[in-house]
Structure formats: structure tokens, C-alpha cells
């Protein structure tokens, strides 16, 4: 998940709840429905600019994947670690040496 990805979704999580006080403050015949509305539509437009940036992320991140070679073998777990973090951490018994799991 990218920033762009999760500041779309607080955006649209906070469109909803502008939506929700605009429909409050609109069922109250008050003026302050418009002022939760136009926040709403501000929110949701500032949404699909940021999910617009992610995908653009993502085509960029593939782009730059299909150039470095699909035929690279994929990475192979070395320890009990590395599966559960995605190779973010290694175990303390694992096996792979310290300068190949910079690379
Ligand atoms: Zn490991």
C-alpha cells in the first residue's frame, strides 16, 4: 500500500463522515448542511487524486519491474522469519549472510 493509497482512504473515511453531518444538519433545516457537503465533495475529489497517484505508483513500480528482467528468479525464504516479514527481517539462526541479504 502505497501513501497516496492510504490517505485515499482517510479521505473517503472522512467523506463519509462529512456526509453524514451534512445529512444531519440537512434533515435540521440548517444552513451547515452545505458547509458538510461541499467538505464531502472536496474530500472525495482529493480522493481520486490520491488513488490516481497510487495507480500511477503501481504502473511506475511494474513499468520498472518488466525492465529489470521477468526472467530474475524469485527470492527464496531462508528462514521462518523472512516469510513472515516478506524478507523484511531475518532470524536469528538464519543462514544467509549478512551481505547477501543486503543484496
Ligand atoms: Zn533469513
Not at 36 to 49: K, M, P, Q, T
Amino acid at each position: 500500500m502505497t501513501n497516496s493509497r492510504r490517505d485515499s482512504l482517510i479521505c473517503l473515511t472522512i467523506a463519509a463522515g462529512s456526509t453524514a453531518s451534512g445529512v444531519y444538519f440537512a434533515v435540521h433545516t440548517s444552513w451547515l448542511c452545505l458547509l458538510g457537503f461541499y467538505s464531502a465533495a472536496l474530500l472525495l475529489w482529493c480522493a481520486s487524486r490520491l488513488n490516481a497517484d497510487h495507480q500511477r505508483q503501481i504502473a511506475a513500480h511494474e513499468q520498472a519491474r518488466g525492465e529489470a528482467g521477468a526472467d530474475a528468479p524469485p527470492l527464496t525464504p531462508c528462514c521462518q522469519f523472512w516469510t513472515a516479514s516478506k524478507g523484511e527481517v531475518h532470524g536469528a539462526d538464519c543462514t544467509r549472510t549478512r551481505r547477501s541479504s543486503a543484496a
